[in-house]
């Protein structure tokens, strides 16, 4: 009898339980080869698997170097968009995670270098020729002070020159004497105070007296050459540090990738409470597809709206989920998809009214339609989207008829990548959903295609809601530079 585990089948879920008591290299190379082999797909799997594995990584890095961590998170990137190129949020995850990094290491950086600035204007380092200070008095300078000498030496007499006859006459008697020149003030003269005299301050020096000893001053104790153990603790003192940051660095790094998980379990809410901005009473809403973002912002207007929902059966590749979603509220085995909620109930338990349409029927019943919401696999930095098959001709018919698309998409969908080639971005299925292998003689002489997305230029979309909120495709660009970096554009 087979075991449990050897029942269940690889998923998400699967690799989501191992990643706990399994080396990080395996880890990779599990993820690596679930996304090959399409066990997981889509945009929000891809993106919990991605930021679950990186925070794996991250947590288990040993070095220091944040260069050294940008490069193991790199090469790990590479590796898994090299899996599946067109699982775009796989690579937003990775240079999100790239940019986190690089963001916390020069707020380090700018950290250190404020308090070395502080700590540089609080004890200013001394210059001999700083005009803006003035030199300390030398020794024999302040004897000429009159506090020195009505303090400290005995009162002198006055001061006696000699005439011209040899004499000695005092200056207060016939002849007036002239007054003592004060001797230039010279900053190359020692400062030294003998250790016997008493220090004394000039009259000159009272209001801005240094506090800090003069450059010809006796070096202290902790600039001295001999100093050894001073600078090696010093060293040891930058080596914890250094230890510190690398730390720190590395424990806001891995608090960021846990908010990006807070923000793809928050993502559907925060759209859906736009809801009510955007749908009003008496509307009849165009939807595709089985997008549970769509279902969440549908759900939440339809507690104050009564409105009508046109879905669109997204035929052959996703009609039984489109079917079990307007049945049930979820997906066909929704049990073990991260997508799906046990709480969900479809929109007919609301009080909607759902009309379930093939994909011919857009263009005829698109008049009647006052708005399309659509769901996004990826959403391009030019404004474009890759969206299921049958997205485009929604958008083209509802262009023709003036009627404004809406498109629900998380800020992890967008990628910093432009459609170059557009072809790159599309993916195909299973042809024998469009024709059975059974029909030989008709396959054989037919090239059967079988596109899973559909890629829409910009200017068929007219507003992109996101959960930062609503914005023009003309603006995505602003957002794509606000949280992916240049240098990790291309990993």
Same mark, same amino acid.
């Given at each position: 009898?087979?075991?449990?585990?050897?029942?269940?089948?690889?998923?998400?879920?699967?690799?989501?339980?191992?990643?706990?008591?399994?080396?990080?290299?395996?880890?990779?190379? /599990?993820?690596?080869?679930?996304?090959?082999?399409?066990?997981?797909?889509?945009?929000?799997?891809?993106?919990?698997?991605?930021?679950?594995?990186?925070?794996?990584?991250?947590?288990?890095?040993?070095?220091?170097?944040?260069?050294?961590?940008?490069?193991?998170?790199?090469?790990?990137?590479?590796?898994?968009?090299?899996?599946?190129?067109?699982?775009?949020?796989?690579?937003?995850?990775?240079?999100?995670?790239?940019?986190?990094?690089?963001?916390?290491?020069?707020?380090?950086?700018?950290?250190?270098?404020?308090?070395?600035?502080?700590?540089?204007?609080?004890?200013?380092? /001394?210059?001999?020729?700083?005009?803006? #200070?003035?030199?300390?008095?030398?020794?024999?300078?302040? @004897?000429?002070? &009159?506090?020195?000498?009505?303090?400290?030496?005995?009162?002198?007499?006055? &001061?006696?020159?000699?005439?011209?006859?040899?004499?000695?006459?005092?200056?207060?008697?016939?002849?007036?004497?002239?007054?003592?020149?004060?001797?230039?003030?010279?900053? @190359?003269?020692?400062?030294?105070? #003998?250790?016997?005299?008493?220090?004394?301050?000039?009259?000159?020096?009272?209001?801005?007296?240094?506090?800090?000893?003069?450059?010809?001053?006796?070096?202290?104790?902790?600039?001295?050459?001999?100093?050894?153990?001073?600078?090696?603790?010093?060293?040891?003192? %930058?080596?914890?540090?250094?230890?510190?940051?690398?730390?720190?660095?590395?424990?806001?790094?891995?608090?960021?990738?846990?908010?990006?998980?807070?923000?793809?379990?928050?993502?559907?809410?925060?759209?859906?409470?736009?809801?009510?901005? =955007?749908?009003?009473?008496?509307?009849?809403?165009?939807?595709?597809?089985?997008?549970?973002?769509?279902?969440?912002?549908?759900?939440?207007?339809?507690?104050?709206?009564? $409105?009508?929902?046109?879905?669109?059966?997204?035929?052959?590749?996703? /009609?039984?989920? @489109?079917?079990?979603?307007?049945?049930?509220?979820?997906?066909?085995?929704?049990?073990?998809?991260?997508?799906?909620?046990?709480? $969900?109930? !479809?929109? @007919?338990?609301?009080?909607?009214?759902?009309?379930?349409? &093939?994909?011919?029927?857009?263009?005829?019943?698109?008049?009647?339609?006052?708005?399309?919401?659509?769901?996004? =696999?990826?959403?391009?930095?030019?404004?474009?989207?890759?969206?299921?098959?049958?997205?485009?001709?929604?958008?083209?018919?509802?262009?023709? =008829?003036?009627? !404004?698309?809406?498109?629900?998409?998380?800020?992890?969908?967008?990628? &910093?990548?432009? *459609?170059?080639?557009?072809?790159?971005?599309?993916?195909?299925?299973?042809?024998?959903?469009?024709?059975? $292998?059974?029909?030989?003689?008709?396959?054989?002489?037919?090239?059967?295609?079988?596109?899973?997305?559909?890629?829409? *230029?910009?200017?068929?979309?007219?507003?992109?809601?996101?959960?930062? %909120?609503?914005?023009?495709?003309?603006?995505?660009?602003?957002?794509?530079?606000?949280?992916?970096?240049?240098?990790?554009?291309?990993?």
């Amino acid at each position: 009898m087979p075991s449990a585990a050897a029942a269940a089948a690889p998923s998400i879920s699967t690799f989501l339980r191992s990643l706990k008591g399994t080396p990080v290299d395996t880890s990779i190379e /599990h993820l690596v080869s679930l996304l090959k082999r399409r066990q997981i797909r889509n945009s929000r799997p891809c993106a919990i698997a991605t930021t679950q594995l990186l925070l794996r990584v991250v947590a288990d890095f040993k070095g220091r170097d944040v260069s050294k961590l940008i490069d193991r998170v790199r090469h790990v990137g590479q590796k898994l968009t090299a899996a599946q190129p067109r699982e775009m949020a796989v690579g937003n995850i990775v240079r999100r995670v790239l940019g986190l990094i690089r963001e916390v290491d020069e707020d380090k950086e700018e950290d250190a270098d404020g308090s070395a600035m502080s700590d540089i204007a609080i004890n200013p380092p /001394h210059q001999l020729n700083d005009s803006l #200070s003035r030199p300390a008095l030398s020794s024999h300078m302040s @004897t000429f002070s &009159p506090l020195k000498h009505g303090a400290i030496e005995p009162a002198s007499p006055a &001061p006696k020159r000699l005439d011209s006859s040899g004499s000695s006459e005092s200056a207060g008697q016939d002849q007036p004497e002239a007054p003592l020149q004060r001797p230039p003030l010279s900053s @190359t003269q020692s400062s030294y105070i #003998s250790s016997s005299a008493p220090l004394a301050t000039s009259l000159f020096g009272l209001l801005s007296h240094p506090e800090t000893p003069s450059g010809g001053s006796t070096p202290a104790i902790q600039q001295s050459p001999g100093g050894k153990a001073s600078l090696t603790a010093g060293n040891l003192a %930058g080596l914890g540090d250094d230890l510190q940051k690398a730390r720190d660095i590395r424990a806001e790094v891995l608090d960021g990738i846990r908010e990006m998980l807070d923000e793809l379990d928050q993502v559907d809410e925060q759209i859906a409470e736009k809801a009510l901005e =955007h749908i009003h009473s008496n509307e009849i809403i165009l939807t595709h597809t089985s997008s549970m973002t769509v279902q969440k912002f549908l759900l939440t207007a339809a507690r104050k709206r009564t $409105f009508t929902v046109v879905h669109v059966e997204a035929y052959p590749n996703e /009609h039984l989920d @489109t079917h079990c979603t307007i049945m049930t509220g979820q997906k066909a085995g929704a049990a073990d998809d991260t997508d799906s909620d046990p709480r $969900f109930k !479809p929109l @007919t338990a609301a009080g909607i009214t759902v009309i379930l349409i &093939p994909d011919s029927a857009v263009f005829a019943i698109m008049s009647r339609v006052n708005k399309v919401i659509l769901g996004t =696999h990826s959403v391009l930095a030019n404004g474009g989207l890759v969206a299921a098959v049958g997205a485009l001709t929604i958008a083209s018919a509802a262009k023709v =008829h003036k009627t !404004p698309v809406v498109v629900l998409s998380g800020v992890y969908k967008l990628s &910093p990548v432009y *459609p170059f080639d557009t072809d790159e971005l599309i993916e195909h299925g299973d042809a024998s959903k469009v024709v059975p $292998f059974e029909d030989g003689d008709f396959v054989d002489k037919i090239d059967v295609m079988n596109p899973l997305f559909d890629y829409v *230029p910009a200017d068929l979309v007219d507003l992109y809601i996101t959960n930062l %909120g609503g914005h023009a495709p003309s603006y995505l660009y602003r957002i794509v530079a606000d949280h992916y970096r240049v240098e990790d554009i291309n990993l």
